[in-house]
């Protein structure tokens, strides 16, 4: 790849005609931290910036033949994965990155755009955790759906947080970024088999932001791809996030929207970035 070429990154995902979450998400995320940015589509949304009314999902051959293309067109240096609707899509996709072990695999599933029919919800969860969780780098992901990743058909007793992280950290996941929205903080833990690694947290603010994940998701693929280390980028991501979530804006009658380019309209009055009255994520001891 010439010197002149930013690292591209390969991303997975639905559309969203807001720009708030999915493909156009990640497009603006990669490119505000120096990356190019390719997307294979997986659906597309009816939606708004308060509600969804529609998810429709492609054709898994339509999927694979999207990411080969790419893939044997230009080098990737990382992927990330986003909402799938679809079991045979998510196999789809698993087959494709399993010939690129090489290429570190950012995973951020959404599953509260699930099929409306409850047994396609569950092998949409058993996809994703036995044939992508395995393959995967770093995993983003709320409590609920950990659990949901690591007793995927719901019939046995649910397990503990803990060991729903150590289970699918024996299945290959590398790390995990578990994520927590308190009623007043946002926290974040980052596992590996060597443990907790990091925990931080900040002020979850009063506004619901839309494509906090993806962003997070997307910024921590940015970072590899430019070939921090696992750790290192999870701080680093979560300082962006924490900046485009404090410019965060307003652009229709539903939720704010992270200002995924805030570093473009900063003010020299602005409060800079670790500053004591306004600081961003702190790590926590353990």
């Not at 931290?33 to 708004?48: A, F, P, Q």
């Not at 024996?170 to 596992?191: A, M």
Request: glycine residues 8%.
């Amino acid at each position: 790849m010439p010197s002149d070429t930013p690292p591209i990154v390969l991303t997975f995902g639905l559309s969203d005609p807001t720009g708030g979450s999915g493909l156009q998400a990640d497009l603006m995320t990669l490119a505000s931290m120096g990356c190019h940015g390719v997307s294979v589509l997986t659906g597309y949304t009816v939606r708004d910036s308060a509600s969804c009314d529609e998810v429709t999902g492609l054709d898994p051959e339509v999927v694979a033949t999207q990411a080969r293309m790419l893939l044997e067109d230009m080098p990737i240096a990382a992927f990330k994965v986003g909402a799938a609707t679809r079991a045979e899509v998510v196999s789809a996709i698993a087959e494709v990155v399993a010939d690129y072990d090489d290429i570190p695999l950012i995973l951020a599933p959404d599953f509260t755009l699930d099929d409306e029919h409850v047994l396609a919800a569950d092998e949409l969860r058993e996809a994703i955790a036995d044939l992508l969780a395995p393959q995967t780098t770093l995993l983003v992901a709320d409590h609920a759906t950990l659990l949901a990743l690591a007793q995927p058909d719901g019939d046995a007793e649910a397990p503990s947080l803990d060991a729903a992280i150590s289970h699918l950290l024996s299945q290959g996941c590398e790390y995990i970024l578990s994520t927590e929205t308190g009623t007043h903080r946002l926290v974040n833990t980052l596992f590996s088999d060597d443990g907790q690694l990091r925990q931080d947290m900040w002020d979850r603010g009063a506004h619901r932001i839309m494509g906090l994940t993806d962003t997070l998701g997307a910024a921590i693929a940015a970072l590899l791809a430019n070939g921090q280390e696992p750790a290192e980028a999870v701080r680093e991501a979560q300082e962006y996030l924490y900046q485009a979530m404090r410019s965060a804006f307003r652009p229709g009658m539903g939720a704010y929207l992270p200002d995924r380019f805030f570093w473009a309209r900063s003010s020299d009055e602005e409060t800079p970035l670790g500053s004591a009255k306004d600081a961003p994520p702190g790590e926590a001891r353990h």
